[in-house]
């Protein structure tokens, strides 16, 4: 059974470094309006979105052809009769970059503290949350059980504070498995990834430099 997070996660501020916003431009699927997300390591001063009343449902996925290769997210939040939709492409990233990502965009989206369940069918994602790997990632300086170093290190650092900042609950789900808000989930990162003028997942592809 999925449970909240208990306590908040204690770590230093991130610091930037002189990068671009990994973000790149989440559209609303139902009116078109180009909305953009935050840097990768500030809030932004003001947001193009509406203010959502808790709690909050929220479906992720994310999708890669060739991991790594182009990518795409998708998110659907729902409370009460609101209901709001977010995909973004990259030209280069992993799919497990993507499912993260799709967490991080949905919940830096809400304008106040609230309750949120996220819904994933990815096992990274959850898991780490749940099973506390990210806790002991932290603890280790952000190295794995076997010594290496966590991949995706800048991700998990921007999700830390949406972690603190809301009263969260992850669960999984199987993919594609006849649950309509996960299945359209999918269809957006899917055809995020294959639209025209793809982000640029800068973080990652500096990594591959």
């Known amino acids: 059974m999925a449970t909240p997070c208990a306590s908040p996660i204690s770590m230093p501020k991130a610091k930037p470094a002189g990068s671009k916003s990994l973000a790149g431009q989440p559209t609303d699927s139902r009116s078109g309006t180009i909305l953009r997300p935050p840097s990768t390591y500030y809030r932004p001063r003001t947001t193009n979105f509406p203010p959502l009343p808790s709690p909050i449902t929220i479906y992720t996925d994310g999708a890669c052809s060739g991991n790594p290769g182009p990518g795409g997210y998708g998110a659907v939040l729902l409370s009460g009769d609101k209901r709001r939709e977010l995909s973004a492409g990259y030209r280069l990233t992993t799919n497990n970059r993507m499912e993260l990502l799709a967490v991080i965009v949905a ?13 994933s069918d990815s096992q990274y994602v959850v898991k780490a949350i749940n099973d506390r790997w990210l806790s002991g990632w932290i603890k280790r300086g952000w190295k794995k059980s076997n010594k290496k170093p966590v991949e995706n290190i800048d991700l998990w650092k921007r999700l830390i504070p949406q972690l603190e900042r809301h009263e969260m609950t992850f669960r999984w789900v199987r993919g594609h498995s006849d649950v309509p808000e996960n299945e359209r989930c999918d269809a957006l990162a899917v055809a995020a990834t294959s639209g025209d003028d793809l982000a640029v997942d800068e973080a990652f592809e500096r990594s591959r430099a």
Request: charged share 25%.
């Open 107 to 119: 919940l830096e989206t809400l304008r106040q503290p609230s309750e949120v369940t996220v819904l």
